[in-house]
């Protein structure tokens, strides 16, 4: 989302800096938004640190997975997508809340909410962009990690709910032609 307008771009600075639940006990962030003292008011038990930096803060208490990739088309997110939903579950099933939070907040971290979902919650890929996208209206996984989940989707289902299209000067999933009328309600 290119920001057009003033109210747009404090909208998106206002996201990029927050902390955005998805479900009761499901929560994504990018690394800016992170504080102790936000962690810890939200009950953060668990956190899936997806950002690539070498030393990230840490806080006490906090159980953290790492999913350290780089965000780029080529980057292998797959094979975290089971052991990262796994870790999510763990704190779900211990009455926790993880929170997965990357760079922006906006690829990586999509990315592994959203397959959470598909694979925890049986929810369809399309379905797993609606509801993380209600959460945080900025999401927008890159083109590599759409094949991928798509893939996995295919894997796991026998069919994909997203199809990529043929832009202009690449290929777009189906559910950015409509992100709007879909995310309805955020």
Excluded at 46 to 72: C, G, M, S, W
Excluded at 117 to 138: K, Q, S
Aim: net charge positive; aromatic share 10%.
């Amino acid at each position: 989302m290119i920001p057009k307008t003033e109210k747009e771009a404090d909208f998106v600075k206002s996201k990029l800096f927050s902390i955005c639940e998805i479900r009761p006990y499901l929560f994504i962030a990018g690394y800016g938004a992170l504080t102790h003292q936000k962690v810890k008011e939200l009950g953060i038990t668990h956190a899936v640190d997806a950002t690539n930096i070498l030393k990230t803060q840490r806080t006490p208490d906090v159980e953290y997975f790492e999913v350290k990739i780089d965000d780029n088309e080529g980057s292998d997110i797959k094979k975290y997508f089971n052991e990262s939903a796994s870790f999510i579950r763990k704190a779900k099933e211990s009455g926790g809340k993880a929170l997965v939070y990357c760079a922006a907040g906006i690829s990586r971290s999509a990315s592994i909410c959203m397959m959470y979902l598909v694979i925890e919650e049986n929810v369809t890929l399309r379905d797993a962009f609606i509801e993380v996208g209600r959460a945080r209206r900025i999401i927008c996984p890159n083109l590599g990690f759409w094949r991928q989940m798509i893939d996995y989707e295919i894997e796991k289902r026998g069919e994909t709910s997203v199809n990529l299209l043929n832009g202009m000067r690449r290929p777009i999933p189906d559910v950015y032609l409509h992100k709007s009328s879909l995310l309805q309600n955020a």
